[in-house]
């Protein structure tokens, strides 16, 4: 089999897929000309600073709805700082790996949910650093090349 | 119920092959370059499947190469008219935007040896026509390949007009018949066909077996495997004596039964199309009229083919896409894109190919699971949200 049962699971049984009308900060990655992209809605919690509800619509492969659905699970209900601290490679553990050629779709889901938190401070004039500015909508970049 | 829609990719061995291989394996199992028995029984079996090939195709059995598959046969073909233009000091090549790859990249190898190589654009319609090859030629064109039929739309190209042409310009020209043998007639020598590409496991018979069919006196072959004499020394290593054999039967059942296995697939093909293009913002890729019996290529905006496959699979239908992801490249299908969709659009595209094992019942299946499958995906997809939202503009 290409994907591991994990990543089969998240694909046939996405958690937290929809959209959000009330969301407090939404974010957009990857490019439609490439074949993925994510949407990730996060409503926060704006005195703990903590997501309380994550929600995601993804245009793209089997691993780019299983890395979205797996995101979504690893940051509801996390403090902010947590959800940040999600890397690509995390996402993949917790899905117990996925092809190589498909690694690029861990890195959407992380950046993602960067995303997201970035459009939520932007909202609310938090300052952040250079460390959430997001995909350059480049293929090439998002694959790893 | 498990449905399979990949024919185009590969078939099912048809039980006349597989009868006609068995004896191979433990009977008739000698070298056909041994001079004992067995190996005789070998070689005469070998002769026959030549002579099979040579009745169908209308051509000599001296002017059929057995090859390891399709692949082989075209390298071989393009290697070999490349050296004799090389020869003559004409290095101009003529194909199209959507072959397959055993073409397009056996090309790019020419090139960087300094050969010429125009890629002729792909119409709407998924048919090229005559008049462009002839636009193209010049007199430094060594040769012109073009597919019969194309493995990813299924679109039939006007092979005997084509033919003419460059019987009358005096250019060598080859067709990679791969998806079409066996389920079209071909006539070498009418279709004024000199060199011809086929494969034998598209049409029931085994994996790994090729014809080269090339015209007497015209393109010397040149080798791709180096060694025996086999195959007049074209073409060096033991003979595949089961899958050659194999392939013979297979090829002579697909004849026999061509024009009521194209009707029945047809008639299939035709209710698919009908049925799955109702699905809205959905459009059939290439033209319905000349189309292979067994092909439906289609695009349906705001999703991506690789998780519809999957969904497929799920629910037991069994199809392939062009989406970048399942070809394992950035990039969707290079034949949807030389038809002109948007890189967006052709991700989303789904190719059934259907072949005379189908039934009524397969395909009504397919008509029942596939709208929801792409409902569902749409639903989740934030490309399709944005085309709803008019935040996008639709293509199709
Ligand atoms: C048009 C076309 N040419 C060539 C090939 C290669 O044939 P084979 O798999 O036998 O090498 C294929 C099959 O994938 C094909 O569809």
Same mark, same amino acid.
């Given at each position: 089999?290409?994907?591991?049962?994990?990543?089969?699971?998240?694909?046939? !049984?996405?958690?937290?897929?929809?959209?959000?009308?009330?969301?407090?900060?939404?974010?957009?990655?990857?490019?439609?000309?490439?074949?993925? /992209? %994510?949407?990730?809605?996060?409503?926060?919690?704006?005195?703990?600073? #903590?997501?309380?509800?994550?929600?995601?619509?993804?245009?793209?492969?089997?691993?780019? /709805?299983? #890395?979205?659905?797996?995101?979504?699970?690893?940051?509801?209900?996390?403090?902010?700082?947590?959800?940040?601290?999600?890397?690509?490679?995390?996402?993949?553990?917790?899905?117990?790996?996925?092809?190589?050629?498909?690694?690029?779709?861990? $890195?959407?889901?992380?950046?993602?949910?960067?995303?997201?938190?970035?459009?939520?401070?932007?909202?609310?004039?938090?300052?952040?650093?250079?460390?959430?500015?997001?995909?350059?909508?480049?293929?090439?970049?998002?694959?790893?090349? | 119920?498990?449905?399979?829609?990949?024919?185009?990719?590969?078939?099912?061995?048809?039980?006349?092959?597989?009868?006609?291989?068995?004896?191979?394996?433990?009977?008739?199992?000698?070298?056909?370059?041994?001079?004992?028995?067995?190996?005789?029984?070998?070689?005469?079996?070998?002769?026959?499947?030549?002579?099979?090939?040579?009745?169908?195709?209308?051509?000599?059995?001296?002017?059929?190469?057995?090859?390891?598959?399709?692949?082989?046969?075209?390298?071989?073909?393009?290697?070999?008219?490349?050296?004799?233009?090389?020869?003559?000091?004409?290095?101009?090549?003529?194909?199209?935007?959507?072959?397959?790859?055993?073409?397009?990249?056996?090309? !790019?190898?020419?090139?960087?040896?300094?050969?010429?190589?125009?890629?002729?654009?792909?119409?709407?319609?998924?048919?090229? #026509?005559?008049?462009?090859?002839?636009?193209?030629?010049?007199?430094?064109?060594?040769?012109?390949?073009?597919?019969?039929?194309?493995?990813?739309?299924?679109?039939?190209?006007?092979?005997?007009?084509?033919?003419?042409?460059?019987?009358?310009?005096?250019?060598?020209?080859?067709?990679?018949?791969?998806?079409?043998?066996?389920?079209?007639?071909?006539?070498?020598?009418?279709?004024?066909?000199?060199?011809?590409?086929?494969?034998?496991?598209?049409?029931?018979?085994?994996?790994?077996?090729?014809?080269?069919?090339?015209?007497?006196?015209? $393109?010397?072959?040149?080798?791709?495997?180096?060694?025996?004499?086999?195959?007049?020394?074209?073409?060096?290593?033991?003979?595949?004596?089961?899958?050659?054999?194999?392939?013979?039967?297979?090829?002579?059942?697909?004849?026999?039964? %061509?024009?009521?296995?194209?009707?029945? $697939?047809?008639?299939?093909?035709?209710?698919?199309?009908?049925?799955?293009?109702?699905?809205?913002?959905?459009?059939?890729?290439? +033209?319905? +009229?000349?189309?292979?019996?067994?092909?439906?290529?289609?695009?349906?905006?705001?999703?991506?083919?690789?998780?519809?496959?999957?969904?497929?699979?799920?629910?037991?239908?069994?199809?392939?896409?062009?989406?970048?992801?399942?070809?394992?490249?950035?990039?969707?299908?290079?034949?949807?894109?030389?038809?002109?969709?948007?890189?967006? $659009?052709?991700?989303?595209?789904?190719?059934?190919?259907?072949?005379?094992?189908?039934?009524?019942?397969?395909?009504?299946?397919?008509?029942?699971?596939?709208?929801?499958?792409?409902?569902?995906?749409?639903?989740?997809?934030?490309?399709?949200?944005?085309?709803?939202?008019?935040?996008?503009?639709?293509?199709?």
């Amino acid at each position: 089999m290409l994907y591991s049962e994990k990543v089969m699971d998240h694909f046939q !049984n996405p958690r937290n897929v929809g959209k959000m009308d009330d969301a407090d900060g939404v974010g957009e990655v990857g490019n439609a000309k490439c074949g993925d /992209i %994510m949407r990730m809605y996060i409503k926060v919690d704006h005195d703990t600073q #903590t997501i309380t509800d994550v929600k995601f619509n993804t245009f793209g492969c089997g691993s780019a /709805i299983a #890395t979205s659905s797996m995101a979504t699970e690893m940051i509801k209900g996390k403090p902010i700082s947590e959800a940040l601290s999600l890397s690509n490679q995390a996402v993949v553990e917790a899905l117990d790996g996925l092809p190589a050629h498909k690694i690029h779709c861990s $890195v959407l889901a992380e950046q993602a949910v960067k995303a997201a938190v970035k459009d939520y401070y932007d909202k609310n004039n938090i300052s952040y650093g250079k460390e959430l500015q997001v995909c350059d909508h480049d293929c090439a970049h998002c694959a790893g090349e | 119920m498990r449905v399979y829609a990949d024919n185009a990719a590969t078939t099912a061995v048809s039980e006349t092959s597989l009868a006609a291989m068995l004896p191979c394996f433990r009977e008739y199992y000698g070298n056909p370059s041994s001079l004992h028995t067995v190996g005789q029984e070998a070689a005469e079996r070998l002769s026959l499947a030549r002579q099979t090939f040579a009745r169908y195709l209308h051509c000599n059995p001296a002017e059929i190469t057995f090859t390891s598959g399709g692949s082989e046969a075209d390298n071989q073909a393009l290697l070999s008219a490349a050296a004799l233009g090389e020869r003559k000091g004409k290095k101009h090549i003529i194909s199209t935007q959507f072959e397959h790859h055993a073409i397009l990249h056996t090309l !790019n190898k020419l090139r960087k040896n300094g050969f010429e190589v125009t890629l002729l654009d792909i119409p709407k319609s998924g048919v090229i #026509t005559a008049q462009q090859v002839k636009d193209a030629i010049r007199p430094d064109t060594c040769l012109v390949t073009i597919m019969f039929a194309n493995n990813e739309i299924g679109t039939i190209q006007p092979i005997p007009e084509i033919g003419k042409i460059c019987r009358e310009a005096g250019v060598p020209f080859h067709t990679d018949a791969v998806q079409a043998a066996g389920h079209l007639p071909i006539d070498v020598q009418a279709m004024d066909i000199g060199m011809l590409s086929l494969s034998a496991h598209k049409f029931h018979g085994p994996k790994g077996v090729g014809v080269l069919y090339v015209r007497k006196g015209s $393109v010397p072959l040149v080798n791709v495997i180096e060694g025996g004499a086999q195959e007049r020394g074209k073409r060096a290593g033991t003979e595949n004596i089961p899958g050659i054999v194999g392939a013979a039967a297979a090829f002579k059942e697909a004849c026999e039964h %061509m024009a009521e296995n194209a009707e029945k $697939v047809s008639r299939l093909r035709d209710k698919l199309i009908a049925e799955l293009t109702k699905i809205p913002h959905s459009i059939l890729n290439g +033209e319905q +009229e000349r189309r292979l019996p067994g092909n439906v290529n289609l695009c349906f905006e705001g999703i991506e083919g690789e998780s519809l496959l999957l969904l497929l699979d799920q629910q037991g239908v069994e199809a392939s896409s062009g989406s970048a992801c399942t070809s394992g490249s950035l990039d969707p299908s290079h034949v949807l894109l030389a038809l002109g969709l948007p890189h967006e $659009v052709a991700h989303g595209s789904l190719r059934l190919s259907l072949c005379e094992y189908n039934t009524e019942e397969e395909i009504d299946h397919i008509i029942a699971v596939l709208p929801g499958i792409i409902s569902y995906l749409r639903e989740m997809s934030p490309v399709w949200d944005e085309l709803e939202n008019g935040q996008r503009e639709h293509v199709i």
